[in-house]
């Protein structure tokens, strides 16, 4: 092997070695990093995203709140057939329905960190009938 390609081998492992380590590091700070990525709670028993994990309790109220005062609007349907209902609070989207149901019979499913609050399944005879958006 000639110097020329020594000194290039040795400049490459240099490199890859540093950029492995300063990859590493801002792996290392991108996991510690406030407000990004999923976190475990071992108390509540699950993961959430963000700060903090919200109570299911909470979050189910709060759904059953504006379930209550919500009202559905016009229907449209999409390119695909797909008819959409919104769930209207005050003039204001909270949510879509996929297949007509009552709001008031509309049961809590699955919830999860949003931009903006939690995203709530609405459940109706164990099918995923839309979704509702609560902030908190």
């Not at 709060?62 to 016009?74: D, E, F, M, P």
């Not at 005050?90 to 049961?107: F, N, P, Y």
Request: glycine share 14%.
């Amino acid at each position: 092997m000639n110097t020329k390609h020594m000194i290039h081998s040795k400049l490459l492992s240099a490199v890859t070695v540093g950029v492995l380590v300063v990859g590493l590091g801002g792996l290392a700070i991108a996991q510690r990093a406030p407000g990004f990525g999923w976190r475990y709670n071992s108390g509540s028993g699950g993961y959430y995203s963000g700060q903090e994990a919200v109570a299911p309790e909470k979050v189910e109220a709060a759904a059953k709140a504006v379930l209550a005062k919500a009202k559905k609007g016009t229907p449209w349907s999409s390119p695909r057939g797909v008819t959409h209902t919104p769930i209207l609070m005050d003039s204001e989207i909270v949510g879509q329905l996929w297949e007509d149901a009552d709001l008031t019979k509309l049961q809590i499913g699955s919830f999860w960190a949003g931009g903006f609050g939690q995203k709530v399944e609405l459940v109706s005879g164990k099918r995923v009938v839309g979704m509702l958006w609560v902030r908190g």
